[in-house]
């Protein structure tokens, strides 16, 4: 185990971003590739028999985490800005041991690649996680039913297969994204079909899936919610780009929503935001898409929205709801935010109320009423996006705002300060606890 990689959690859990708020933000920035992209098709590429390179996989430390994880089990690779050329040639371990599988929720995905791989893995169970308990009992039952035989006890997952896993006929309960991942792994080698219904249909299944197809792989459907793949005897390397992350570029929105200017974000997809746009339309701002662009002004206080409800894609995304929510604290009006995804997903509200917010959750449930004013103060990131949220919030706050563990935003965004630093915010980061 290389204990380096939790040493540099710890080395960023002892940082915090310093915000003096109340600039509004200009000018423009590129927005990273997809985190939720680059964690599935990094596992994919241990299927393969050659070399993969991945370019636009963002430098954080989920996408590193995974790269500690093809490490392990004996997979080459290399980092060259964001390109990332991974060799499986060498794979050689069907064990991911405790730690590593602890450092990043979505450790899982390495679940159906593996045993694609070698029809064996032996890897700890995830546990629960910031969002909630976080089961993968939909991901376990599936692959069963492809024939994996897997044993849960002592917190491990020891999984076998007789032979070789068989295609077969899967519904879903819930379209997870996850377990319609690790399905697809896991069946892109299998010996016959498989059929996905009720598959998630986010832009990173869609993705994953052209990674897939890139290296000799038959999945067809992605992006619907009937998925097939037909497998294949071997796959092997490709160069594949991985698709911008739509909730960084949700965010950034968020915060030029909550301090007025205009941005301009490069290298989005905007079909994939048509979900995000018109609450900023709502609230004021103007949006406007030129290609792979979009540039979005607000000129006033952000309007109250109508009620946004997180759902599936194509629905809003429930990791974007935290940094919308903190757009709407210092609006006009009330807005209710109604999560559908995640049980424990409104963890920034505490924070967002230590900055003078007025927010009420109830369950699944929460009502903000738009302040004038917030006041800067030292806050907690509790998750990557409520940390983000946080951030926003103080970003439009008066004086000073100190956001503390920032390791948990380093999981997911890169150049988080530094892009909102070139937008003309006052922020940087600085050492230690408080
Ligand atoms: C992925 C994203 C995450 C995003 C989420 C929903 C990655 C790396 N992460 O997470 O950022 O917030 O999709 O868009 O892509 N569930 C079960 N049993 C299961 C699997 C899921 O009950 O076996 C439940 C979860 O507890 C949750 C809901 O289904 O309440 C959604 O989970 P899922 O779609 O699987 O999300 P993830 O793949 O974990």
Redesign the pocket.
Same mark, same amino acid.
């Given at each position: 185990i290389n204990w380096n990689y939790s040493l540099f959690y710890e080395v960023d859990a002892m940082k915090r971003i310093c915000i003096k708020g109340g600039k509004k933000l200009y000018g423009e920035i590129d927005v990273q590739g997809a985190?939720?992209s680059s964690?599935?098709i990094l596992s994919a590429a241990l299927i393969c028999e050659s070399p993969c390179v991945i370019h636009n996989c963002p430098d954080i430390t989920d996408v590193n985490a995974a790269v500690k994880i093809l490490e392990y089990l004996g997979c080459g690779v290399k980092r060259e800005g964001n390109t990332l050329t991974v060799d499986p040639r060498g794979f050689k371990c069907r064990e991911v041991p405790d730690a590593l599988m602890r450092e990043m929720r979505?450790s899982i +995905?390495f679940l159906g690649a593996v045993t694609a791989k070698c029809g064996c893995a032996f890897l700890s169970l995830p546990g629960g996680c910031e969002l909630? *308990?976080? *089961? +993968?009992?939909?991901?376990l039952s599936s692959l069963r039913k492809m024939g994996l035989e897997i044993e849960e006890s002592h917190g491990r997952l020891d999984c076998f297969c007789k032979d070789t896993l068989l295609g077969c006929e899967i519904d879903l309960p #819930? *379209?997870?994204?996850? $377990?319609t991942e690790n399905i697809m792994l896991a069946a892109v080698r299998a010996r016959g079909n498989t059929v996905i219904r009720n598959a $998630?249909r !986010?832009p !990173?299944i869609s993705d994953l899936a052209q990674f897939l197809n890139s290296c000799g792989a038959r999945v067809f459907g992605a992006g619907e919610s009937t998925v097939e793949v037909e497998g294949v005897k071997s796959l092997s390397g490709c160069e594949h780009v991985v698709i911008p992350d739509r909730i960084a570029a949700a965010t950034y929105m968020s915060a030029v929503g909550a301090c007025g200017g205009k941005i301009i974000l490069n290298n989005i997809e905007p079909t994939h935001l048509y979900s995000t746009f018109p609450f900023f339309e709502q609230a004021g701002g103007t949006i406007k898409i030129k290609d792979r662009s979009v540039e979005c002004e607000f000129k006033n206080r952000p309007k109250a929205l109508s009620t946004v409800r997180t759902g599936?894609y194509p629905g809003f *995304?429930?990791?974007a709801q935290p940094t919308l929510m903190a757009m709407t604290v210092m609006g006009e009006g009330t807005t209710v935010f109604v999560e559908n995804? #995640?049980?424990n997903r409104f963890r920034q509200v505490d924070e967002l109320v230590r900055l003078g917010a007025r927010i009420r959750v109830q369950g699944r449930v929460a009502v903000v009423d738009g302040v004038e004013r917030l006041t800067g103060a030292a806050v907690e990131a509790a998750d990557l996006r409520g940390g983000a949220a946080i951030a926003v919030a103080g970003l439009c706050a008066d004086g000073e705002t100190s956001v503390g563990h920032v390791d948990y935003i380093n999981r997911g965004y890169e150049n988080f300060v530094n892009n909102l630093s070139r937008l003309g915010a006052d922020i940087k980061t600085v050492e230690g606890k408080k």
């Amino acid at each position: 185990i290389n204990w380096n990689y939790s040493l540099f959690y710890e080395v960023d859990a002892m940082k915090r971003i310093c915000i003096k708020g109340g600039k509004k933000l200009y000018g423009e920035i590129d927005v990273q590739g997809a985190k939720n992209s680059s964690l599935p098709i990094l596992s994919a590429a241990l299927i393969c028999e050659s070399p993969c390179v991945i370019h636009n996989c963002p430098d954080i430390t989920d996408v590193n985490a995974a790269v500690k994880i093809l490490e392990y089990l004996g997979c080459g690779v290399k980092r060259e800005g964001n390109t990332l050329t991974v060799d499986p040639r060498g794979f050689k371990c069907r064990e991911v041991p405790d730690a590593l599988m602890r450092e990043m929720r979505s450790s899982i +995905i390495f679940l159906g690649a593996v045993t694609a791989k070698c029809g064996c893995a032996f890897l700890s169970l995830p546990g629960g996680c910031e969002l909630g *308990p976080r *089961p +993968i009992d939909i991901h376990l039952s599936s692959l069963r039913k492809m024939g994996l035989e897997i044993e849960e006890s002592h917190g491990r997952l020891d999984c076998f297969c007789k032979d070789t896993l068989l295609g077969c006929e899967i519904d879903l309960p #819930f *379209p997870s994204v996850g $377990a319609t991942e690790n399905i697809m792994l896991a069946a892109v080698r299998a010996r016959g079909n498989t059929v996905i219904r009720n598959a $998630a249909r !986010e832009p !990173e299944i869609s993705d994953l899936a052209q990674f897939l197809n890139s290296c000799g792989a038959r999945v067809f459907g992605a992006g619907e919610s009937t998925v097939e793949v037909e497998g294949v005897k071997s796959l092997s390397g490709c160069e594949h780009v991985v698709i911008p992350d739509r909730i960084a570029a949700a965010t950034y929105m968020s915060a030029v929503g909550a301090c007025g200017g205009k941005i301009i974000l490069n290298n989005i997809e905007p079909t994939h935001l048509y979900s995000t746009f018109p609450f900023f339309e709502q609230a004021g701002g103007t949006i406007k898409i030129k290609d792979r662009s979009v540039e979005c002004e607000f000129k006033n206080r952000p309007k109250a929205l109508s009620t946004v409800r997180t759902g599936v894609y194509p629905g809003f *995304p429930t990791d974007a709801q935290p940094t919308l929510m903190a757009m709407t604290v210092m609006g006009e009006g009330t807005t209710v935010f109604v999560e559908n995804i #995640f049980e424990n997903r409104f963890r920034q509200v505490d924070e967002l109320v230590r900055l003078g917010a007025r927010i009420r959750v109830q369950g699944r449930v929460a009502v903000v009423d738009g302040v004038e004013r917030l006041t800067g103060a030292a806050v907690e990131a509790a998750d990557l996006r409520g940390g983000a949220a946080i951030a926003v919030a103080g970003l439009c706050a008066d004086g000073e705002t100190s956001v503390g563990h920032v390791d948990y935003i380093n999981r997911g965004y890169e150049n988080f300060v530094n892009n909102l630093s070139r937008l003309g915010a006052d922020i940087k980061t600085v050492e230690g606890k408080k």
